[in-house]
């Protein structure tokens, strides 16, 4: 079985600019949910998605965003970047909400806004 | 809020001898724990998941531990290995039935041979 997927890899994008990050979850599971690692804050969750609704939220602006299509693939947003936003952002997926089931995590995108 | 503690940010130890790292939780009640593994630039990868009623999990040289009334789980590695050198991040739920995972800020494990 496939693993789970995250393009682009690496990223480079100025302040002020949006990107959107994708992940294909593994076939068959339901919920997507997105992180933001940094070495300063560590592993940070942005929300989760579940049979394309948000589930969960964490404490992130509103210039992050995300959705969830009926094939369960995400697509995550970043508006107006800031110098801030640099990190490691990674996707999870799991076959049912994420407490209570594993989650099996991509390989991350790296964004660096300069 | 929720507060999730591990015991120290590295942890040194002789191959061949018993990791032992902690994780606490404060202000909530998680149903479930998680833990974690992560290689330098890479995602996470999950290794055991423990749930309230059960007070310990094995799966080969890894154990956990669940003590709902200290708040606290102990993730064990016996006979330790240079390759088990990584960072160890524990995983609690939200409490409930509505998801999410609260993650620890991880402890660095160094095996030395």
Redesign the interface.
């Known amino acids: 079985k496939a693993g789970v997927t995250q393009t682009p890899r690496y990223l480079i994008k100025t302040r002020g600019q949006q990107v959107t990050l994708s992940c294909s979850p593994i076939s068959g599971h339901r919920s997507v949910s997105w992180y933001q690692q940094t070495p300063g804050q560590g592993l940070q969750f942005l929300f989760e998605y579940f049979s394309e609704t948000q589930r969960n939220k964490g404490n992130f602006p509103g210039r992050f965003s995300g959705r969830q299509f009926s094939n369960s693939r995400s697509e995550m947003n970043v508006s107006t970047l800031e110098l801030g936003d640099s990190a490691l952002y990674l996707c999870a997926s799991s076959i049912g909400l994420a407490g209570a089931y594993e989650q099996y995590f991509g390989p991350g995108t790296r964004l660096t806004v300069t | 809020s929720q507060k999730i503690e591990q015991n120290s940010e590295a942890l040194n130890i002789q191959e061949g001898k018993t990791a032992t790292l902690t994780c606490n939780y404060t202000n909530y009640s998680?149903?479930?724990l998680?833990w974690?593994r992560q290689d330098p630039g890479?995602?996470?990868?999950?290794l055991l998941?423990i749930r309230e009623n059960e007070k310990e999990k094995r799966k080969e040289r890894l154990k956990v531990t669940f003590d709902t009334t200290l708040k606290q789980s102990l993730f064990h590695i016996t006979a330790s290995q240079p390759a088990d050198s990584a960072t160890y991040?524990c995983a609690p739920?939200?409490g409930?039935?509505?998801?999410?995972?609260?993650?620890?800020?991880?402890t660095q494990l160094t095996v030395w041979p």
């Open positions: 998680p149903a479930y998680q974690y890479r995602g996470p990868v999950f998941l991040l739920d939200r409930s039935t509505l998801g999410r995972l609260y993650f620890g800020r991880g």
